[in-house]
């Protein structure tokens, strides 16, 4: 079935095309009574909008650009949902692009976004760095830019998350108060937040003596969590028996987190009786698997209600040419 136009629709009511126009995106020139006479008109023959011809003529679309590593973590699974449930609510619609933490499909994922002419972006960058002069470029020339969860990113930007440092201290701390003495950080490699989250446990072993504590960093790929983990940590293990034994363990990540568990109720028996874990997850089940573990959700949908809030503002301060001031927002992680 053909597509009925402004074109037609104006035609059928007498009316010039640029009133219909202006009806259909509620322009304050145009009556109520011409409004609701276009719209009314519109919904019974079923119009839809010609986006693509809206986005050449304005520059814009009505698209935010959401770009993260993986949708298939917890973490970004359920920001994506929220975020997505609250854009449906306006004239906006979000559409998901994945950079599989690689630079170079960022960059690719940032392209794509600028070729679709969106609105705005919000993204969860690769690594402190990635793409920082596009990124620059487009929150200058493009659209506005809103970094999230990975908020040690050079650009000079809003952003949102947690202070990774802060939360590792916490965690590593409390492990100590809860007597172990010898403590392994598993990170993903290359991810934005590691920098912090060691200085985050560094500082939790301040004052302690080396002879009696120790703390240790296990950066595991993140493309392939499963393979590097078991191997990488199972090496460890073994060579535990002829140095030190790590009676504690701190997964940063959902990725990390959900697959220590069975690496350690398989090795050898069962080594989690002798390990204590805490762990940062958004996967409901893994308080299930080991009620005994001590896990800390992110707050994902937190995260992307403010999201939402900063975008919306920057795309008005956009429309009215006024110059934000940028700042970087800090939620408080959800203990278990």
């Not at 690689?102 to 609105?119: H, P, Y």
């Not at 705005?120 to 793409?131: E, G, L, M």
Request: hydrophobic residues 40%; charged residues 20%; proline residues 3%.
């Amino acid at each position: 079935m053909q597509h009925v136009t402004i074109k037609e629709i104006a035609k059928a009511l007498n009316l010039s095309f640029s009133t219909v126009s202006r009806s259909l995106n509620d322009n304050y020139q145009i009556s109520e009574k011409t409004k609701t006479l276009v719209r009314d008109y519109a919904s019974s023959v079923n119009y839809i909008p010609n986006l693509a011809a809206k986005a050449l003529k304005t520059g814009t679309s009505n698209s935010i650009a959401v770009v993260v590593p993986f949708l298939s973590s917890p973490f970004f699974v359920d920001f994506f949902e929220e975020i997505t449930m609250l854009f449906s609510k306006t004239d906006y619609n979000v559409i998901l692009l994945q950079t599989f933490n690689n630079s170079i499909k960022e960059c690719e994922a940032l392209d794509v976004a600028i070729q679709n002419r969106v609105a705005a972006i919000i993204i969860s960058p690769v690594h402190d760095d990635s793409n920082g002069s596009k990124l620059a470029y487009i929150q200058k020339q493009v659209c506005p830019v809103v970094l999230f969860d990975r908020t040690n990113h050079q650009l000079e930007v809003n952003k949102i998350g947690v202070r990774h440092e802060r939360e590792i201290a916490m965690a590593a701390t409390q492990l100590l108060k809860q007597g172990c003495k010898n403590i392994l950080l598993l990170c993903c490699k290359g991810i934005g937040a590691n920098d912090a989250r060691i200085a985050g446990i560094r500082s939790a072993f301040l004052g302690k003596q080396e002879q009696e504590y120790s703390w240790a960093v296990l950066e595991i790929e993140y493309n392939h969590p499963n393979e590097d983990l078991k191997k990488q940590l199972l090496r460890l293990l073994k060579e535990q028996k002829e140095g030190v034994w790590y009676d504690g363990i701190i997964a940063t990540t959902d990725t990390l987190t959900t697959r220590v568990l069975p690496l350690l109720l398989t090795y050898e028996g069962m080594l989690t009786d002798c390990v204590q874990v805490i762990g940062f997850s958004n996967t409901a089940y893994v308080r299930i698997l080991n009620p005994t573990w001590t896990v800390f959700t992110q707050p994902s949908r937190q995260m992307a209600i403010k999201c939402y809030e900063t975008i919306l503002e920057l795309i008005n301060y956009k429309r009215l040419q006024i110059t934000p001031t940028y700042n970087t927002v800090f939620l408080d992680i959800i203990p278990g």
